[in-house]
Each structure stands twice: as C-alpha cells, then as structure tokens.
C-alpha cells in the first residue's frame, strides 16, 4: 500500500479522501462501516487532528518530515481533493 500511495500521492503535504465521515453523532466513520476512535495520542490521527468541530470528512495526508508518513486528518467535505475511494 505504501508503494502505491507514493507513486499515486508523490507530493507532499497532500490530503486525499479515503471514505471516512464525521456522522452527525459526532463519531467517525467508514463509509464501508465501522468507526475509528479519536483519543489522543492516536496512532492513526495527527497531533491536532481532528480539529474542526463542523461535520466534515477524513482524510489520509502525507507528511514526510514528520516521524510517520501518513496521518488521519479531517477537512471538509466540499474541497476538492483526490481520492482512494469516494462517497456515491
């Protein structure tokens, strides 16, 4: 996975959908199902994130100068970024 998401995402400090919405009960979730879980520190989740209190969606962003790669972030809906899978 790691391999495709460098050849497809190569830029850096890029944010891509990857099929996880803020619900209105304030959770996340997987558009397949599912919830993951925001505490911090999280494994998945930036340091910040999530941080805007609106219903929005998560992302998967690329922040090679950090000490992972990627991290979960959320932004909203309406922005137009790439995707790994999208809501129909």
Not at 23 to 37: E, Y
Not at 51 to 59: K, L, R, T, V
């Amino acid at each position: 996975m790691r391999e495709y998401l460098l050849k497809n995402f190569p830029t850096p400090y890029t944010l891509f959908w990857i099929g996880l919405i803020h619900a209105p009960d304030s959770t996340w979730q997987w558009l397949g199902g599912g919830t993951i879980a925001t505490t911090h520190p999280s494994p998945f989740w930036g340091k910040s994130d999530p941080n805007d209190p609106e219903p929005n969606c998560g992302g998967m962003y690329l922040e090679p100068g950090n000490s992972y790669w990627y991290h979960l972030a959320d932004a909203p809906c309406a922005k137009a970024y790439m995707f790994l899978c999208k809501q129909t």
